[in-house]
């Protein structure tokens, strides 16, 4: 230990680059071995935290705590119960519309884009080859809803390999409300005490608002999106409006679900394409500076350069799973950086 503190400083610094760097490695690779039961441990360990919420909220309020869990639990399965009986089979149905209307589609969308490249070869003043580059991205974008289309299948023949994970995680969830108050006091008594209450308060404070918040801006946003798509009398109305709100879970992700599916309406009818365009970029516009601020607040407080970094570093190591816990964590490692600057991690 006296050697290492005579070591000057960047050569400490140094030292514990490559040290970091294959820490990190061997977590990936410890995370690919055992998947997927670490998504499954790391999804039961989520449900618990935003859970316990809803709970804390009824205790306080004078309801015994195992009544308070049974209820939450039941008024869950009730929603989800709910969600699955009548929301799951008109999803399937609409996803099952899709892959038979898609080639219609794109047929549609090929003499659409025919009629423009008649136009533009009677412009004399373009600057650009518009039919050449034209044509080379209606053939990238066939390809690639074709591929959409063949991975829509795959998922479906993948899905009761995933029911099974989330009927584990869903049961591990359970035993985590009824006996997880031991299983993290047992974890937090490894650190020192100033510490172990300072980690567990910022631990519950980041991930709850934050899955809280998320959960309750995607809902607003895929009800109001799939209400407007319904009055406009868009195809596909619920799943494209609830496409939008899943993708609104990720950051960034809204934009991407917008233009899927501005870009998928596109190919039946333009106009009818840049219309949901407009109408979902309003409405997400609207929830995100006037509802969000009022839900989330200042959540996180981190520079946009490090919720990328946090996303592509989360993408690396957990895939979907790790792009949804990326921002909480990097928010944990901010607040735990500032608490310990402030001395308030000290004795």
Do not use: C, H
């Amino acid at each position: 230990m006296q050697t290492i503190n005579k070591l000057p400083r960047w050569l400490s610094i140094g030292l514990a680059f490559p040290i970091a760097i294959l820490n990190g490695w061997l977590l990936i690779q410890v995370i690919q071995y055992f998947q997927p039961l670490v998504s499954v441990i790391s999804v039961a360990i989520l449900l618990a935290f935003v859970l316990d919420y809803p709970i804390k909220f009824f205790y306080k309020r004078g309801v015994p705590r195992n009544l308070a869990i049974v209820g939450v639990l039941l008024i869950a399965v009730v929603i989800l119960g709910a969600v699955g009986v009548i929301l799951v089979p008109l999803i399937f149905q609409q996803l099952n519309e899709l892959v038979n209307i898609l080639p219609v589609w794109i047929d549609s969308g090929t003499k659409q884009l025919q009629v423009f490249l008649n136009w533009a070869a009677t412009q004399q003043d373009l600057p650009v080859n518009i039919s050449g580059l034209a044509t080379q991205l209606l053939e990238r974008i066939s390809s690639q809803l074709q591929s959409f289309t063949g991975k829509i299948l795959g998922f479906a023949f993948d899905t009761i390999g995933f029911l099974v994970n989330l009927l584990l995680a869903v049961v591990l969830t359970i035993y985590l409300i009824l006996n997880g108050e031991k299983l993290w006091n047992g974890i937090y008594q490894w650190l020192p005490s100033n510490i172990s209450s300072k980690v567990r308060e910022l631990l519950k404070e980041d991930f709850q608002n934050y899955f809280i918040g998320q959960a309750t801006l995607g809902a607003i946003l895929a009800v109001t999106v799939t209400l407007a798509f319904v009055a406009l009398r868009i195809p596909l109305a619920l799943l494209f409006g609830i496409g939008i709100g899943i993708f609104s879970l990720f950051p960034f992700g809204t934009g991407i679900g917008i233009g899927i599916v501005s870009l998928l309406v596109a190919l039946e009818n333009f106009w009818e394409g840049v219309e949901v365009a407009a109408i979902a970029v309003t409405i997400d516009q609207i929830n995100s500076n006037i509802v969000a601020p009022r839900i989330l607040g200042n959540l996180t407080g981190l520079n946009p350069v490090w919720v990328v970094i946090s996303l592509l570093i989360g993408a690396k190591l957990g895939g979907v799973l790790g792009l949804l816990v990326a921002i909480p964590i990097a928010s944990f490692i901010k607040d735990i950086a500032d608490s310990w600057r402030a001395g308030e991690l000290r004795r």
